[in-house]
C-alpha cells in the first residue's frame, strides 16, 4: 500500500508554507475588533483627572508609571495588527496637538465595540462604515456651533488667557497640581513666543528634572539649565562672549602619521616648549577675541585648561550634540570645528553664566534675557525620578497645548459637556435618516456616552446616574453642563473654567473614527511565515531627544 501524502487544497495550496490565513466574519473581523478592545481597556481607565495610573516596563527593563495614554501605547509593544491601527491613530494625535491620545484611543474602541453589536445584529460592516462615516461629518459641524463664542481671537502673551485653555490638558496627567504648573508653563511658553505665534516651536521650552524639593521648588529660568559643573575653577561669569568649538579644547593629533626624531635632551625640551607654546598661542588667540567662555563639544586637554585658567576664560563642556544646538541657538554662537581665533561675528553673548547647588546637584545655568525667542527651561523638582517623568509629560502635554492654540484658539466646553451634546444632536439626526446606517450613526452617538462614564467611573462616581442627570440638563437646553469631579455633581463647565481646544476634539474624534473605520473594513488576515534568524538588536544609547 502507498501512503497517500494529502495535497494542500484552496488557499493553503497557492501561499507558501506556514502562512497563517483568517477569512469571514467570526475570524477575522471580530477578532480584530476584540484585539482593539482590549487596547482600549487598558487606556480607557487612565482616562481624564482621576485616571489611573499604569506601570508599563518595556524590553530594555526601562519603568514608566504613568497615566499618558501615548507614552503607555508607545512602550507596550504592540504585536495584533488591527490594535497595531489604533496605536497608530494615538501617534498621530500625539504629532499634530500632543494631547488627547487617550480619547482617540479610547473612543476608537468604544466605536468598535458598539460596532461588534451591529455585525451580531446582523448588519454588514460596510452599512457601518457608511453611518460611521456619515455620523463623524455630522459631529465635525455640530462641533463648530459648540464653540464658545468670542474664543476666535486671543492674546496668546495674555497669561490668563492661556492657563485657562491649558488647565484641562494639565490636569488630566497631574490632577490638582495644575494650578501651581500651568502659570510655570504659560510663563515658560510666552518667554519664548515669536513674534508670529504661529511659528512658536515647542523644543525651544526646555525641562530641567532635579530630584529633590517639591513641586512648589521648580522655577522657570530664561535660557538653559545644564546638568554639569563648569570644567575650571571660574564658576561665574557676567556679560560675557561665547566662542564655542565642536571639536573639544585641545592639542590635536596631526593628520598625517609622522615620526620626529629626536638626537639630545636639547631637542626634547624644545619639542615640549613648542608644543606649550602652541597651546598657548591659540587659547590666547581666542581671549583676545573678546570671548570670556568656552564651551568645548568634547575633552578638554589638561594643559588647555591651565591656559584657560591663566586667560581666565570659563569652560563648560556640553557634551549631547543637541544640547551643544540649543545652547547655539540660545546664545546666537556659531559652533566653530576646531580651537582657532572665532571671528567677532561667531561669537555668541549671554548675560550671565553661573554655576549654582540645586538640591546636591551642581547645574550650570546660562541666562540670556535680551535674546528675543531664544529659550527658557522649566526646573521641575520632585521626590522620585518617576514623578519628575510624569510631570515632564505634563509639561509636555501643556507646551503642545500652546502651540495648538497658537494656531487656533477656539474652545468648546469640557468636563463631558461637549460629548454629551454631541450624543444627543446625534442621536436626534439618527432619527432623520431612513436607510440601514441609521443604526451606525445611533451607535456612534452612543459611543460618545463612554467618556463622561468613565471621567465619572474613573472618580468612583455612580455613572448612570451622572449621565441620565447630564442627558436631562441638556435636554433643557444648558448646552454647557459637564460634570465636576470633585464634588461629583453635574455643573456648567463655563463657570467652572474647564474648557478643551477644539481643534484637539476635532482631532480627536476624526482619527478615532478613521482607525474604526479602517478596522472594520479588513475582512481577511493574511499573514506569512516570520522570517528566521535571530531578532535584531535593539538600537540604544541615544540621548532624551
Given at each position: ?162 492657563i485657562s485653555r491649558m488647565r484641562s490638558a494639565v490636569a488630566s496627567k497631574q490632577f490638582g497640581q495644575e494650578d501651581i504648573l500651568c502659570p510655570l508653563i504659560a510663563e515658560a511658553c510666552i518667554q519664548v513666543c515669536p513674534k508670529n505665534p504661529v511659528n512658536f516651536n515647542v523644543d525651544n521650552v526646555r525641562v530641567a528634572k532635579l530630584v529633590g524639593g517639591g513641586l512648589h521648588d521648580s522655577v522657570v529660568v530664561r535660557g538653559l539649565v545644564l546638568k554639569n559643573d563648569a570644567v575650571g575653577t ?127 546637584a551642581r547645574v550650570t545655568i546660562v541666562k540670556n534675557e535680551q535674546g528675543g525667542n531664544s529659550v527658557s527651561t522649566l526646573v521641575l523638582r520632585g521626590s522620585t525620578d518617576s514623578i519628575l517623568d510624569d510631570l515632564e509629560r505634563a509639561v509636555d502635554d501643556g507646551v503642545n497645548t500652546y502651540r495648538a492654540m497658537c494656531r487656533d484658539s477656539r474652545i468648546v466646553p469640557g468636563a463631558a459637556a461637549t460629548e454629551i451634546e454631541l450624543a444627543k444632536r446625534l442621536k436626534e439626526f439618527s432619527f ?114
Amino acid at each position: 500500500m502507498v501512503g497517500f501524502s494529502t495535497q494542500p487544497y484552496g488557499i493553503q495550496s497557492m501561499l507558501k508554507d506556514g502562512h497563517r490565513h483568517m477569512s469571514g466574519l467570526d475570524e477575522a473581523v471580530l477578532k480584530n475588533i476584540d484585539a482593539c478592545k482590549q487596547l482600549s481597556t487598558i487606556t480607557r481607565t487612565s482616562l481624564g483627572p482621576n485616571g489611573m495610573n499604569k506601570m508599563v516596563i518595556n524590553h530594555l527593563d526601562k519603568l514608566f508609571v504613568t497615566n499618558d495614554a501615548a507614552t503607555i501605547v508607545n512602550e507596550l509593544e504592540v504585536q495584533h495588527p488591527a490594535a497595531k491601527l489604533l496605536v497608530l491613530a494615538g501617534k498621530a494625535q500625539q504629532e499634530e496637538i500632543g494631547d488627547g491620545a487617550n480619547l482617540t484611543v479610547s473612543f476608537a474602541g468604544e466605536l468598535l465595540q458598539n460596532a461588534e453589536e451591529l455585525i451580531r445584529m446582523g448588519l454588514h460592516p460596510s452599512e457601518i462604515i457608511i453611518g460611521y462615516t456619515k455620523a463623524i461629518n455630522k459631529t465635525i459641524e455640530i462641533l463648530e456651533e459648540l464653540v464658545e463664542e468670542g474664543s476666535q481671537t486671543m492674546n496668546v502673551r495674555d497669561k490668563d488667557d492661556v492657563i485657562s485653555r491649558m488647565r484641562s490638558a494639565v490636569a488630566s496627567k497631574q490632577f490638582g497640581q495644575e494650578d501651581i504648573l500651568c502659570p510655570l508653563i504659560a510663563e515658560a511658553c510666552i518667554q519664548v513666543c515669536p513674534k508670529n505665534p504661529v511659528n512658536f516651536n515647542v523644543d525651544n521650552v526646555r525641562v530641567a528634572k532635579l530630584v529633590g524639593g517639591g513641586l512648589h521648588d521648580s522655577v522657570v529660568v530664561r535660557g538653559l539649565v545644564l546638568k554639569n559643573d563648569a570644567v575650571g575653577t571660574i564658576k561665574k561669569t557676567e556679560n560675557a562672549k561665547v566662542a564655542v568649538f565642536v571639536g573639544g579644547v585641545d592639542t590635536s593629533a596631526t593628520e598625517t602619521k609622522g615620526t620626529v626624531l629626536i638626537h639630545n635632551a636639547e631637542q626634547l625640551e624644545n619639542y615640549a616648549k613648542t608644543e606649550e607654546a602652541k597651546v598657548e598661542e591659540l587659547i590666547k588667540a581666542v581671549a583676545d577675541s573678546g570671548a570670556k567662555v568656552i564651551v568645548s563639544g568634547a575633552a578638554v586637554g589638561e594643559m588647555a585648561l591651565h591656559f584657560c585658567e591663566r586667560y581666565k576664560l570659563m569652560v563648560l563642556k556640553i557634551s549631547s550634540k543637541f544640547e551643544l544646538r540649543r545652547f547655539c541657538r540660545t546664545t546666537g554662537a556659531v559652533a566653530l570645528l576646531k580651537l582657532s581665533q572665532p571671528s567677532a561675528d561667531d561669537l555668541g553673548y549671554v548675560d550671565s553664566v553661573s554655576v549654582e547647588e540645586i538640591g546636591g546637584a551642581r547645574v550650570t545655568i546660562v541666562k540670556n534675557e535680551q535674546g528675543g525667542n531664544s529659550v527658557s527651561t522649566l526646573v521641575l523638582r520632585g521626590s522620585t525620578d518617576s514623578i519628575l517623568d510624569d510631570l515632564e509629560r505634563a509639561v509636555d502635554d501643556g507646551v503642545n497645548t500652546y502651540r495648538a492654540m497658537c494656531r487656533d484658539s477656539r474652545i468648546v466646553p469640557g468636563a463631558a459637556a461637549t460629548e454629551i451634546e454631541l450624543a444627543k444632536r446625534l442621536k436626534e439626526f439618527s432619527f432623520k435618516e431612513t436607510g440601514l446606517d441609521q443604526y451606525g450613526i445611533a451607535k456612534f452617538a452612543e459611543s460618545f456616552e463612554m467618556i463622561p462614564k468613565t471621567l465619572a467611573e474613573n472618580a468612583g462616581l455612580n455613572a448612570i446616574e451622572i449621565i441620565s442627570s447630564l442627558y436631562a440638563e441638556h435636554a433643557s437646553g444648558n448646552t454647557k453642563v459637564g460634570i465636576d469631579l470633585e464634588e461629583g455633581v453635574c455643573k456648567d463647565a463655563s463657570t467652572v473654567r474647564i474648557w478643551d481646544l477644539h481643534i484637539t476634539k476635532f482631532f480627536a474624534l476624526k482619527y478615532a473614527a478613521d482607525a474604526a473605520c479602517t478596522v472594520l473594513r479588513v475582512d481577511q488576515i493574511i499573514m506569512a511565515k516570520p522570517a528566521g534568524g535571530p531578532k535584531p538588536q535593539q538600537q540604544g544609547g541615544m540621548d532624551e531627544d
